[in-house]
Structures are given as C-alpha cells and as structure tokens.
C-alpha cells in the first residue's frame, strides 16, 4: 500500500479564495483523521471520521471550515473563505479499528494564504 | 478528559550520548500511549506503542519507552544518539474506554544532536 495520500503537498492562494485539500487513506482503514499544525498550537486535531461517518468535529475552528468523507478511500477539507491565519501544515491520518492502534500519517498539505 | 504533557520544549544531546525525552498523561480511562517521530518536512512515523502489556515498550531506531502508572509518566529514551535522531518527538494518549480513535497529542519535543 502506498500509505496515506494527501494532496496537493503545497498550496499557495490569495485570502477569500476557496481551498480545498485532498486525502486518501489506507485501504480498509476505518478511520480517518484531519490534523492541523502550526508553531503556535502545535498539532491539533480538527475532525475525524468513522466509516465514513463524521464522529467528533469539535476541533474544527469555524463554520469557514467543513469536512467530508464521500466514500472509504477519499476526504476532503475546504476552507471557505480562507484567511492568512489558517496557513498551516494539514495532516490527513488513518487507523484500523477503535482507539489503542497505531495511525498512520500522510506527508502534509502545506497551506500559505497571502 | 485525557491530556498529555511533554515537560521538556527542546532537548539538546550529544552524539553517542542518551536521550530522555520526558512525557506526563492523564487519563480517566486505561490508556494506550504512543511516541512519534517527525523528521523536517516529513509527516509523524510511529516510533512505539503501550497497549496495557508490558510497560517496557521497544520501537525503532533504538528507541524505548516506560509506562510508569504509579507517576502517570511515559519518557522515551535511547542510550546512544545518533545525528539521524534530530527531529520532533510528539508522546501521544489514547483512551481505551473513551473516545473511540481519538488520539491526543503533546506539544512535542525538539531533539537536536551535536557532533
């Protein structure tokens, strides 16, 4: 398996624009996390999912944010509209079964907005 | 509610010296914890794992973590650093009995390695 797929690995856009990042967990992984990390905060988590179903989206920090899981291989998160301060690393992670197991982690969305 | 704490921000070693990164839970429920590695510009990699069976936890790379109940503590440590070692180290906690796959993360710790 190639792992957990997130792209673009970079993204640059203008403040007001819409952004949307891509996932693609490992096969037959049930579950699905969305991270953000910034210097200030560190890693927090935004909203995850079980089969597809949104489970806990407390993390997420405003309604310019949503989330969503159409199948088991693909997730999205738009920022709508996107301002400077959501620029961060956007970590998409997936895991096997209930808490106690291992997530596994993709390379990142760098988001800049200027 | 579950809440993890990495006591030290920046660790500064010497090549072929020890590593102790330092790592404190609380938990409501029996925890399963875990040490992550992130290499600049790279996503999280699993070092090691506690799931409630031995507390001597052995991950790659050399390194080892103890789950301590009685001092809620979870440090990681290695007995010989290595340059490759550098990184960011994030101790992570997971409640069993809580929130199914949520997983809580530390602050993290900055580990540099000097020649």
């Known amino acids: 398996d190639a792992g957990v797929i997130q792209s673009p690995r970079h993204e640059v856009t203008e403040m007001g624009q819409e952004v949307t990042l891509r996932c693609k967990p490992i096969s037959g992984h049930d579950y699905l996390f969305w991270y953000r990390q910034t210097m200030m905060r560190g890693l927090e988590l935004l909203i995850y999912?079980?089969?597809?179903?949104?489970?806990?989206d407390s993390g997420m920090p405003e309604d310019r944010f949503s989330a969503k899981m159409p199948n088991a291989s693909f997730s999205t998160l738009k920022i709508q509209p996107s301002e400077p301060r959501d620029s961060a690393v956007y970590f998409c992670?997936?895991?096997?079964?209930?808490?106690?197991?291992?997530?596994?982690f993709g390379q990142g969305t760098r988001l800049t907005v200027v | 509610a579950q809440s993890v704490t990495q006591l030290d921000s920046h660790v500064s070693v010497s090549e072929g010296t020890p590593v102790l990164l330092r790592c404190n839970y609380s938990s409501s429920y029996s925890p399963s914890l875990f040490w992550y590695v992130q290499h600049p510009n790279k996503g999280l990699q699993l070092l090691l794992k506690y799931t409630s069976a031995a507390t001597l936890v052995k991950g790659i790379n050399g390194f080892e973590a103890e789950f301590k109940k009685s001092e809620t503590s979870f440090h990681l440590t290695k007995p010989s650093a290595h340059m490759s070692d550098a990184a960011e180290y994030f101790c992570?906690?997971?409640?069993?009995?809580?929130?199914?796959?949520?997983?809580?993360f530390g602050k993290g710790t900055k580990l540099s390695v000097k020649p």
């Open positions: 992570v906690v997971s409640d069993l009995g809580g929130s199914q796959g949520n997983l809580i």
């Open positions: 992670a997936s895991s096997l079964g209930a808490s106690g197991t291992e997530a596994f």
């Open positions: 999912f079980n089969n597809n179903v949104p489970i806990d």
